[in-house]
């Protein structure tokens, strides 16, 4: 009889182990995902930076073409800017 006390005492213990492992893992892998979520949010928000930036040098660029090929053909021309 004793030798099944024991047992039951070693399962209990095996299982109290096991639980606490287990809710260590979950809270590791809850921990993981926020991290994941939190590291993909931030390369959108880069992302949507990076392409806005890009969007304005593109229009400046196209705005600032136009101005440029008029002073280089007054140059060719030899008209002066008043």
Known sequence: MR???RDVEA??????????RKKENDEVL???????EAAAEKVARLRELRLAKE???????????????FVASRRKSGTQHP
Request: glycine share 0%; net charge positive; no cysteine.
């Open 55 to 69: 969007a304005a040098e593109a229009q400046a660029k196209s705005q600032a073409k136009p101005a440029a090929r």
């Open 3 to 5: 030798d099944s006390e």
């Open 30 to 36: 809850e921990q993981r995902e926020k991290e994941r």
């Open 11 to 20: 399962r209990r213990r095996a299982e109290a182990v096991l639980k606490q």
